[in-house]
Structures are given as structure tokens and as C-alpha cells.
């Protein structure tokens, strides 16, 4: 998939979890919503109805979306029970979801006019670590089985370097870098463009600077602990 508006052009590999670093988050999310087969899971959740319960919800979802479901109950419980939220009552009210719940819940909504790309805007928000991880293994899923695109939209590089495949950093309408995860390794790039080095990527460029230690980036800090033993 390519995205292009002005001098801006950028590409979303296909089948992969991808992240894009920007200092105008706005126009990239609008720039994309603009695209076929793209949801949009936006930072928070937002109440577009009141003292609804969640099946309730999801219905005004498909209705406010204009989508042409052949079997709209079954199409809802299909998309609760993808993101692993089959198992909560879907007559309880919105409001009662926990903050996790209301992320998948903003995915199973997404998930219902069957995007080939799932956009999230800072993915993790409000998310503490073990629902990072069921998040990203729910990810890891759907790209495997159901052939999908994510992309993160975020100024946390810690996030890009650990999750994603691809990353793309634009600065004021331009493409500044584009490439596998490892653009996230270029220390000296990043400093130049003022963008934050990821903390595991400044700890093994410190230590191969000082130290002159020959161990190679790693996104897992128990990849990095077995370098050292293996080098030093």
C-alpha cells in the first residue's frame, strides 16, 4: 500500500505490524482513513452513545458506518470473539468495561467491515504491560490468520523498536526514514533529527562505544544479556 499526498509519499507493507513516528498525527490518521479497507482505533475511546450495552453499541456502530453486514449478530459475536471479548455479558453497559475491555472493544468495532489494515493511534495507551502483550499476541494472530496490516502511530520509539516490522518517521511533511526496525538502530541519524533513541538501543550503543564491546542490536533485553555473556 502507498500513501501519497503532496511531496509526502511513504509505503505500508503488507501482512506486518508497522510504526510511524510523526510530529503531525493528525494528517497521517486523516491521510489514511481516506483509504479503502482502513479502521481507525483511535488513542481513547470515545462515547458515541450513552448508557448503551455493548451489543447496543456495536449495532449503532454498523449503523453510523453505513455497513452492509448479511448477518449482523453473528458478524458482531464474530468480531467480540476474535479480540477475546466473547466471554463478557454483551447486555452490559459500556460503561462498566474496564480500559482494556474498551480497547478491544474499539478493535472488535473495527474488525467488523473486515479491513485489510488496522490503524492505532499510541496502541498502548492506557494499557498496562500484560494487556501489552496479550495485545500484541492478539495482533500476531490476525496477521497470521486473517492475512491483516497493523500500523502504529506513535512518538514512542521504544514501542516501534520492541513490536514493529517496518517504521517510517516523517518530520514536518517529509519522509525523514523509512525501513525495517533496525532505521531505529541509526543513533547518530536519530539525534540529528531530534528523534528519541530507543532506551535498549542507547544502552548497546553506549556500551560498544565505551566499552568497544562487539555485541549486536537486539529488541529483547535477554537477547542482549546473552551477547554479553557470549562476548565478554
Known amino acids: 500500500m502507498e500513501i501519497k499526498k503532496n511531496k509526502l509519499v511513504f509505503n505500508i507493507k503488507d501482512s506486518g505490524i508497522n510504526g510511524i513516528i510523526t510530529d ?3 494528517e497521517i490518521i ?3 482513513s481516506a483509504e479503502d479497507k ?3 482505533i483511535g488513542e481513547d475511546f470515545q462515547y458515541n452513545y450513552f448508557d448503551n450495552t455493548v451489543y447496543e453499541y456495536m449495532t449503532g456502530e454498523v449503523e453510523r ?3 452492509i453486514l448479511r448477518d449482523k449478530a453473528k458478524k458482531i ?3 467480540l470473539r476474535i479480540v477475546g471479548l466473547n466471554k ?7 460503561t462498566t468495561l474496564s480500559e482494556s475491555e474498551k480497547k478491544l472493544l474499539q ?3 473495527a474488525l467488523l467491515s473486515n479491513p485489510d489494515i488496522l490503524v492505532f493511534e499510541e496502541p498502548f495507551t492506557k494499557l498496562d504491560l500484560k494487556n501489552q502483550k496479550k495485545l500484541m499476541i492478539f495482533l500476531g494472530k490476525i496477521k497470521e490468520k486473517f492475512n491483516k496490516t497493523a500500523v502504529f502511530i506513535t ?3 521504544n514501542v516501534l523498536y520492541k513490536y514493529t516490522d517496518y517504521v517510517i518517521i516523517i518530520q514536518n511533511k517529509k519522509l525523514i526514514m523509512e525501513g525495517t526496525r533496525r532505521v531505529l538502530e541509526d543513533v547518530d541519524a536519530l539525534i540529528k533529527n531530534n528523534i528519541k533513541v530507543p532506551e535498549i538501543v542507547e544502552f548497546t550503543y553506549k556500551a560498544k562505544k565505551k566499552y568497544n564491546v562487539k555485541i549486536d542490536y537486539h529488541n529483547d533485553i535477554r537477547d542482549i544479556i546473552k551477547d554479553i555473556y557470549k562476548h565478554v
Request: glycine residues 0%; without cysteine; neutral net charge.
Open 155 to 157: 512518538n514512542d520509539s
Open 65 to 67: 458506518k453505513n455497513l
Open 24 to 26: 503531525d498525527r493528525k
Open 30 to 32: 486523516n491521510l489514511l
Open 88 to 94: 463478557i455479558d454483551i447486555d452490559r453497559n459500556v
Open 107 to 109: 478493535i472488535a468495532i
Open 77 to 79: 459475536k464474530d468480531s
Open 38 to 40: 482502513v479502521s481507525i
